[in-house]
Nanobody, 119 residues
Framework: QVQLTESGGGLVQAGGSLRLSCAASGRTFSSYTMGWFRQAPGKEREFVAS????????PYADSVKGRFTISRDNAKNSVYLQMNSLKPEDTAIYYC????????????WGQGTQVAVSS
């Protein structure tokens, strides 16, 4: 069982930056692929970025490529999402998720943290 807790959301002006953090419980955190997703009002949840246990293979959604960076610190059981050059369309609830190596879908989800970008 893995519990995920996001933090770092808030209100920021367009062009600004935020860094989201996700703290995970569980001894096997380092073996999980971690992902960030987001859900804007009235829209379905969408993939933002993910990172494998080794820190490699970090795919991004086209909409955030070049602006967002995902990273992880296995010693701290944490994954991060650095968000730069934020746009109003980045406004959403951001969720952290964990996927076991053998899973095809994400097994565990956090409660989410709100990000609001004003124009």
């Amino acid at each position: 069982q893995v519990q995920l807790t996001e933090s770092g959301g808030g209100l920021v002006q367009a062009g600004g930056s935020l860094r989201l953090s996700c703290a995970a419980s569980g001894r096997t955190f380092s073996s999980y692929t971690m992902g960030w997703f987001r859900q804007a009002p009235g829209k379905e949840r969408e993939f933002v970025a993910s990172i494998r246990w080794s820190g490699g293979n970090t795919p991004y959604a086209d909409s955030v490529k070049g602006r967002f960076t995902i990273s992880r610190d296995n010693a701290k059981n944490s994954v991060y999402l650095q968000m730069n050059s934020l746009k109003p369309e980045d406004t959403a609830i951001y969720y952290c998720a964990a996927r076991r190596v053998e899973s095809v879908t994400y097994d565990y989800w956090g409660q989410g943290t709100q990000v609001a970008v004003s124009s």
